[in-house]
Each structure stands twice: as C-alpha cells, then as structure tokens.
C-alpha cells in the first residue's frame, strides 16, 4: 500500500484555528435543524416542542446559532477577529444552560444531562476559544 501525504503539523494557534472553525460548522448545524425541524427537539424537550409557540422559540435560537456560526467561519477564513464572536456564542449558550437548569424538573431524565453536558462543554470550549484566539 502507498504511503498517504504527510501529515500537517499545526502549531497550537493552528490547531486553535481548525477547532474554532469545527465548533462553527457544528453551530451551523445545529441551527439549521433547529430552523428546520423544530419539532426534532421533542426527543429531548418532550410533547411540548410540537406546539407551535415553542417551534417558534427553537427556530428563534437555530437562527441565532446559525448566524453566529456563519459569521465566525466567515471570519475564520477571512484571518479576521473572531473573539467577539466566540464570546457572543458562549454567552448564548450559557444563557441556553440556565434555561436548561430552570426547566430542570419538565425535562425528561435523561435529556437533563445531555443537556447540561453539551452546554456546558460549549460554554467552555467556546471561552477557551475566545481566550486562546484574537
């Protein structure tokens, strides 16, 4: 078997570079299918999320992350600042976090704490993030 290309080796600030742009593409992700498909939310939401109210607020937040998203790659790719963004998602999903905590006791067992995980792992990737790049 032939041997593949060689690695690439990125520096700390590359490999800064390359997570931030993952993160971004993952938030994109995420808001178009909360734009989408509000109802997909009913898995870890329960029943509620089939009501249109709440598909209104799930779409509300799919486009913010969206938008945040879009623009941080935009910026990544552009070699443009990108802390004030990693900011505004972190910020965002520590407000998502709180909201989790307060609805703690309607939400399904096991959605609390994949709720509370992936949250909180974005609150902290994201500021580690901000702090690490621009």
């Known amino acids: 078997m032939a041997p593949g ?3 690439v080796s990125l520096g700390a600030a590359g490999r800064a570079h390359a997570l931030a ?23 870890w939401a329960g029943p509620p999320a089939r009501r249109p ?3 209104l ?5 799919g486009i913010r992350d969206l938008v945040v998203g879009w623009r941080t790659v935009q910026a990544l790719d ?9 900011v505004d998602g972190a910020v ?8 989790t905590v307060a609805a703690w006791s309607h939400l ?25 790049l621009d």
Do not use: C
Request: glycine share 10%.
């Open 108 to 132: 399904p067992r096991l959605a609390r704490l994949g709720l509370l995980g992936s949250g909180a792992s974005a609150v902290a990737l994201g500021t580690w993030l901000a702090s690490t």
């Open 57 to 61: 607020i799930t779409r509300a937040a």
């Open 21 to 43: 742009r993952l993160f971004a593409i993952t938030r994109i992700a995420v808001g178009a299918t909360l734009v989408l498909a509000p109802s997909v939310t009913s898995s």
């Open 53 to 55: 109210g709440i598909q």
């Open 92 to 99: 965002a999903d520590a407000v998502d976090l709180g909201a």
């Open 5 to 7: 290309p060689p690695a």
């Open 78 to 86: 552009r070699r443009a600042p990108v802390r004030r963004l990693l």
